[in-house]
């Protein structure tokens, strides 16, 4: 099943504690992107990748890191979280950086 | 900084009627749009897209308007259905990998 994983669905952390999630995908696709959602902001673009060792910032990168040492793999990391992080968080992927797949989403809570 | 709005944050329609959710935009040089619908405790989910070399697109009891002089964007949904009820957004592409999404529009269907 051509799927978009993330791994933890659900984490409470404090401030200060890195953190890193997980994003996967089946379909090897060339382009991967996170996302953050929050009320009454809808989704902003945190980071970007059109291929592997190739990422870009979007709208929000600040206080976020990712790599792509891997077609199917694009962490997230939160090297010293904060509580304005706090955010249900998607991670989404695209055969060509056109309509885009997108995972079950993280649910984080920075105290 | 720029984001691409909605007129109404909550459009209330009967089973069987159709569904009109509006979005404007505010760059006039997106050349890409796309509509997605996001259920309760779900990532977004890929609905239709446009390009801007169109005025219109159909899919499966959904069509997307796109009207470049007012840079105006609508999606019809034909006969909504309960399953339909959902919250719906538009995401625009400046030529880049990088998206605007909306805010939002929920879509509520009463029986």
């Known amino acids: 099943e051509a799927q978009v994983t993330q791994n933890p669905r659900y984490l409470i952390t404090v401030t200060g504690k890195k953190l890193t999630v997980t994003c996967s995908q089946n379909?090897?696709?060339?382009?991967m992107s996170w996302y953050r959602q929050d009320p009454g902001l809808g989704l902003r673009q945190i980071y970007y990748?059109?291929?592997?060792?190739?990422?870009d910032k979007g709208d929000v990168p600040e206080g976020y890191k990712v790599s792509r040492k891997e077609k199917r793999n694009f962490p997230l990391i939160l090297e010293s979280p904060s509580p304005n992080q706090t955010s249900l968080y998607f991670c989404?992927?695209?055969?060509?950086?056109?309509?885009?797949?997108f995972g079950p989403g993280t649910r984080l809570l920075v105290l | 900084g720029e984001s691409v709005g909605l007129h109404l944050p909550t459009l209330s329609v009967q089973e069987g009627d159709n569904s009109i959710i509006n979005c404007a935009y505010s760059n006039s040089a997106s050349d890409y749009f796309i509509w997605y619908k996001q259920e309760s405790g779900k990532g977004p989910q890929f609905i239709i897209d446009?390009?801007?070399?169109?005025d219109k697109r159909q899919g499966q009891r959904v069509t997307v308007l796109l009207n470049k002089t007012v840079k105006h964007l609508s999606l019809q949904i034909a006969a909504t259905q309960p399953g339909d009820s959902a919250v719906y957004f538009c995401?625009?592409?400046?030529?880049?990998?990088?998206?605007?999404f909306g805010t939002g529009t929920r879509l509520k269907v009463l029986a």
């Open positions: 379909m090897n696709h060339e382009y």
């Open positions: 990748s059109m291929n592997v060792e190739v990422t």
């Open positions: 995401a625009e592409n400046r030529g880049t990998y990088k998206y605007i």
């Open positions: 446009i390009r801007s070399n169109m």
């Open positions: 989404a992927s695209s055969s060509t950086g056109g309509a885009q797949y």
